[in-house]
């Protein structure tokens, strides 16, 4: 199965004002990040940061002379640094896999978006029954549940898919 979710910037960096990390350019071959200035921004070090391992590049050098460095960095004390998950390289396939095939949205909206239109139809236009967070997720769980097996029996029929439990 591979998954294709668009990409957003979840970042704030328009909202404050600085270049977005989709302006800085990464260079696999050298790891490196080319930034909108053209300095190269090298690999220095690993953070973890809410249990996500990720690679800091930064080059302090080239930030402290930088002539666009007020559309680039909130700081004027510390370099512009950018950070990259160790599994970025996924979803820059990801992205890619989106960018050359535009059905892929299409597909997405009719597979994936259907069982989310059933559910809400059988709930009709009430809300949820139950309050607070953890129970909304028991309750959605318990329609998605009813949804596969509805699914399933219609797929295998009531005989096959009681089979198929037992084993």
């Known amino acids: 199965m591979r998954v294709n979710v668009p990409l957003i910037d979840t970042s704030g960096a328009k909202k404050k004002g600085i270049f977005n990390k989709s302006l800085f350019k990464y260079d696999k071959g050298q790891d490196i990040y080319i930034c909108p200035a053209g300095e190269e921004s090298p690999y220095r070090r690993k953070v973890t940061e809410k249990s996500l391992e990720q690679k800091v590049y930064v080059n302090p050098a080239a930030c402290h002379d930088c002539t666009i460095r007020d559309k680039c960095a909130t700081s004027l004390k510390e370099p512009r640094k950018i950070r990259r998950w160790i599994y970025e390289e996924e979803i820059d396939a990801m992205q890619q896999r989106l960018d050359d095939?535009?059905?892929?949205?299409?597909?997405?909206?009719?597979?994936?978006?259907?069982?989310?239109?059933?559910?809400?139809?059988?709930?009709?236009?009430?809300?949820?029954?139950?309050?607070?967070?953890?129970?909304?997720?028991?309750?959605?769980?318990?329609?998605?549940?009813?949804?596969?097996?509805?699914?399933?029996?219609?797929?295998?029929?009531?005989?096959?898919?009681?089979?198929?439990?037992?084993q």
């Open 101 to 166: 095939d535009s059905n892929i949205p299409v597909l997405r909206k009719q597979t994936g978006e259907h069982p989310f239109g059933t559910i809400k139809m059988w709930m009709g236009t009430t809300h949820f029954l139950m309050k607070r967070k953890k129970n909304v997720c028991i309750e959605m769980n318990w329609h998605v549940l009813a949804y596969n097996f509805k699914r399933m029996m219609t797929i295998m029929g009531t005989t096959g898919l009681m089979e198929a439990i037992r």
